[in-house]
């Protein structure tokens, strides 16, 4: 883990065992209405880096950088795979009320301000304003 004052990289391994490393994701966070916003979008999030970006490939890693600023905490996922194509980023539920998938990206957008995605598709950058 690297740390500076303003921000922090994380490495965790590519398992849906999370919950102490959203824990540590969340340490800056006073707000506990807030913190618990936060979690279930970073939940969603790095959900999705382990079973789709890396196809729950336990030698491959999630990386994940926090930032703060005076005015933003924000967190940037990344994954090892080759990223998810532009049209399945949107921010849509699925059609179908019982579908198996489809939800995380929605959730993500409703509990982050901003939600942007890098070029390939691999990494995702959340932000919410202090």
Not at 9 to 25: D, G, M, N, Q, Y
Not at 30 to 52: D, S, Y
């Amino acid at each position: 883990m690297e740390i500076s004052k303003n921000w922090a990289v994380f490495i965790h391994p590519s398992t849906l065992k999370l919950a102490t490393f959203i824990e540590t994701l969340l340490e800056p966070v006073i707000c506990i209405e807030t913190a618990k916003r936060i979690e279930l979008g970073l939940h969603e999030a790095l959900v999705n880096a382990v079973v789709h970006g890396n196809l729950s490939n336990p030698n491959k890693v999630i990386r994940v950088r926090r930032i703060l600023t005076p005015k933003w905490f924000v967190w940037q996922i990344q994954d090892e795979g080759i990223g998810i194509v532009e049209n399945k980023r949107l921010s849509t539920l699925p059609l179908e009320i019982d579908a198996n998938s489809g939800r995380g990206i929605y959730l993500i957008h409703k509990c982050f301000d901003d939600v942007r995605w890098s070029r390939k598709g691999n990494r995702l950058q959340l932000s919410i304003k202090k």
